[in-house]
């Protein structure tokens, strides 16, 4: 069993960043691709960037693209999520989890994650 649990979220203005991180516990995250996704309320869970176990490719949704980058540190057995540019519509609770499955890709969609955390929430204002 994987505990992750994320922090690093806030409020912040718009044009701000934050950095999010996801604290592994009970296993090592070193063989895991790790993702974010991200929840607006009235929305459904979506997918917003992740990486693989060795950090070597990362992927990302277009809406975050050149703007948001996923890292993890496996000497940490840590994930992050770094923000720039923030935008109000970037406002939601985010997640991260971690795919032992498919670790050495960049999964995208919720089912190839075996692991989630309880989320952070993120508000973007104007």
């Known amino acids: 069993q994987v505990q992750l649990v994320e922090s690093g979220g806030g409020s912040v203005q718009a044009g701000g960043s934050l950095r999010l991180s996801c604290a592994a516990s009970?296993?090592?995250?070193?063989?895991?691709?790790m993702g974010w996704f991200r929840q607006a309320p009235g929305k459904e869970r979506e997918f917003v960037g992740s990486?693989?176990?060795?950090?070597?490719?990362?992927a990302y949704a277009d809406s975050v693209k050149g703007r948001f980058a996923v890292s993890k540190d496996n000497a940490k057995n840590t994930a992050y999520l770094l923000m720039n540019s923030l935008k109000p519509e970037d406002t939601a609770v985010y997640y991260c989890?971690?795919?032992?499955?498919?670790?050495?890709?960049?999964?995208?969609?919720?089912?190839?994650?075996?692991?989630w955390g309880q989320g952070t929430q993120v508000t973007v204002s104007s």
């Open positions: 990486i693989t176990w060795s950090g070597g490719s990362t």
């Open positions: 009970g296993r090592t995250i070193n063989n895991y691709a």
């Open positions: 989890a971690g795919s032992g499955s498919w670790y050495f890709t960049t999964p995208t969609r919720m089912h190839e994650y075996d692991y």
